[in-house]
T-cell receptor, first 115, second 114 residues
Framework: AQSVSQHNHHVILSEAASLELGCNYS??????LFWYVQYPGQHLQLLLK??????LVKGIKGFEAEFIKSKFSFNLRKPSVQWSDTAEYFC?????????????FGQGTTLQVKP | DGGITQSPKYLFRKEGQNVTLSCEQN?????MYWYRQDPGQGLRLIYY???????QKGDIAEGYSVSREKKESFPLTVTSAQKNPTAFYLC?????????????FGDGTRLSIL
């Protein structure tokens, strides 16, 4: 079965620390890749996406992610986190072979940034 | 402003009762989705609809039903057959029927059992 795995369930960082959240998926075909973020009390929103082209994609608020096809990975990074980055982060994969917009989500990573 | 409206925000269900969660979007999106969010499990797809009058089962459709009579609306009914309905339910929509468009999410409905 297709699945998405986020390695870190709960991450605690101090402000200005660097962030990397892991995401791996199990699907051998072409995929569209997403990172979504859910800030406390807010709805889920898109952080960044990858469809094709440059495997290093930049999103909002200084986040970026790198697609490594050989490793089936799409890790999220930020050089210096802020307290306002405290949120839950979800990696999601859309296998294109199904010709649908179905997303398979990872379990989510809760990021807590200490001021 | 365009967006997705889910109602109610909180819902309580009695044993043996069916309840319906509302989802309306004014984004003119073709596709709509229902997800269930449980702690530590991420979001799991219940049902999705790519066009009006058509919908497909997701990964955890048992105990749920949907309809898509209008482009703007995609209500979800949690039936009495769903034995563990307590969860946070999220509705989403996307432009186009395929996965190369990001999904937009509503604020969710939290369902609890009385």
């Amino acid at each position: 079965a297709q699945s998405v795995s986020q390695h870190n369930h709960h991450v605690i960082l101090s402000e200005a620390a660097s962030l990397e959240l892991g995401c791996n998926y199990s699907y051998g075909g072409t995929v569209n890749l997403f990172w979504y973020v859910q800030y406390p009390g807010q709805h889920l929103q898109l952080l960044l996406k990858y469809f094709s082209g440059d495997p290093l994609v930049k999103g909002i608020k200084g986040f970026e992610a790198e697609f490594i096809k050989s490793k089936f990975s799409f890790n999220l990074r930020k050089p210096s986190v802020q307290w306002s980055d405290t949120a839950e982060y979800f990696c999601a994969v859309n296998p294109t072979s199904g010709n649908t917009g179905k997303l398979i989500f990872g379990q989510g990573t809760t990021l807590q940034v200490k001021p | 402003d365009g967006g997705i409206t889910q109602s109610p925000k909180y819902l309580f269900r009695k044993e043996g009762q069916n309840v319906t969660l509302s989802c309306e979007q004014n984004l003119n999106h073709d596709a709509m989705y229902w997800y269930r969010q449980d702690p530590g499990q991420g979001l799991r797809l219940i049902y999705y609809s790519q066009i009006v009058n058509d919908f497909q089962k997701g990964d955890i459709a048992e105990g749920y039903s949907v309809s898509r009579e209008k482009k703007e609306s995609f209500p979800l009914t949690v039936t009495s057959a769903q034995k563990n309905p307590t969860a946070f339910y999220l509705c989403a929509s996307s432009y186009g029927q395929y996965g190369n468009q990001p999904q937009h999410f509503g604020d969710g409905t939290r369902l609890s059992i009385l």
